[in-house]
């Protein structure tokens, strides 16, 4: 995968030399290039603000370095690509996007060459967003109902989310399988050595070495979880991902 972030911070990304992701970079496996916004400004002083038409407060990021931003590295992936490619997506992190989730996550993680464009201030001019249509598929994306400073911190979450599902990236792939949010069930509690710590007990079940009954209990607990601090995701289950057993939880 291809990933491109652009920023008026670019040292805000560097978690992504860390752990996985730093790794994934290192042997090839994902071409991350991290970007200042201001190298396509042409003034003095690096200008990419002006002030909201309409007035009210804070600052708009101007368009036009944006664009070039956007142009320069849309042309690079098309120079580089053998064969005619889909058009990249462009992420733009804001509160007002469409949610970020794990579904989304999985597509993502199919795709090409994925480009974010980290705005700060209020936000980014409408024009580039509108405009940028003709080259990428653009999706505005909120990673939750809370306010952040710029997308940099949301874009960290979502190349996380996303490059831990790209085959190669994650060093256990079974370890995807039953974990929160991919099936619409949170996950079961864990337990490792020693068996009692500080009087507490690993639930007996966990050594009984009843694989059945360890997956029905695993099963039980991930409902009875979701249940009980996620009622909208029980709400929102499938009519088939329930079955009779798991009803009478
Ligand atoms: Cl994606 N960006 C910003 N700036 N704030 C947010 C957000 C994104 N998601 C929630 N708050």
Redesign the pocket.
């Known amino acids: 995968m291809r990933l491109d972030v652009i920023s008026i911070f670019p040292e805000y990304l560097a978690p992504l030399q860390l752990s996985l992701i730093g790794r994934a970079v290192r042997d090839g496996a994902l071409d991350l290039a991290v970007h200042d916004l201001r190298d396509w400004t042409h003034d003095r002083h690096r200008t990419v603000d002006d002030t909201p038409y309409g007035g009210g407060a804070g600052m708009v990021m101007l368009a036009e370095p944006w664009a070039e931003a956007l142009t320069e590295i849309s042309d690079r992936a098309e120079e580089d690509a053998e064969a005619p490619a889909d058009r990249p997506v462009l992420l733009v992190?804001?509160?007002a996007?469409i949610p970020f989730t794990q579904r989304m996550a999985e597509e993502l993680a199919g795709r090409e060459h994925l480009v974010i464009a980290c705005g700060r201030y209020e936000g980014i001019d409408q024009r580039v967003v509108d405009w940028a249509d003709e080259r990428f598929e653009v999706r505005l994306?909120?990673?939750?109902d809370?306010?952040?400073n710029?997308?940099e911190v949301?874009a960290l979450v979502m190349i996380e989310a996303v490059a831990r599902l790209i085959p190669g990236i994650i060093g256990n792939p079974e370890s995807l399988t039953e974990e929160s949010h991919e099936d619409g069930l949170l996950e079961y509690p864990v337990y490792t050595k020693p068996a009692v710590w500080r009087g507490r007990e690993v639930p007996e079940i966990l050594l009984s070495g009843n694989h059945a009954a360890i997956d029905r209990w695993r099963r039980d607990q991930r409902l009875k979880r979701t249940a009980q601090v996620r009622p909208d995701l029980i709400a929102a289950l499938g009519a088939d991902a329930l079955d009779p057993r798991d009803r009478a939880v």
């Open positions: 992190p804001s509160p996007g994306v909120s990673i939750g809370y306010v952040l710029g997308g949301a």
